[in-house]
């Protein structure tokens, strides 16, 4: 039973570092857009939620 848990422990630890590799890829990748973004150099595509949102009188 302890090596189940041990087992079960290692896998939730791998698990986490992988998702929190992955979001912090993501991340990394995804700045340089967002900074252009919010500067103001990128066009808002089509499905960005700045189109989406309609303006109420």
Do not use: Q
């Not at 791998?14 to 857009?33: F, K």
Request: with cysteine.
């Amino acid at each position: 039973m302890k090596t189940f848990n041990n087992l079960s422990y290692l896998y939730l630890c791998l698990t986490n570092i992988l998702v929190n590799v992955s979001r912090l890829l993501t991340n990394a990748l995804n700045a340089p857009y967002a900074l252009a973004d919010e500067a103001g150099l990128v066009e808002p595509s089509n499905n960005s939620v700045r189109k989406k949102t309609r303006k109420v009188d």
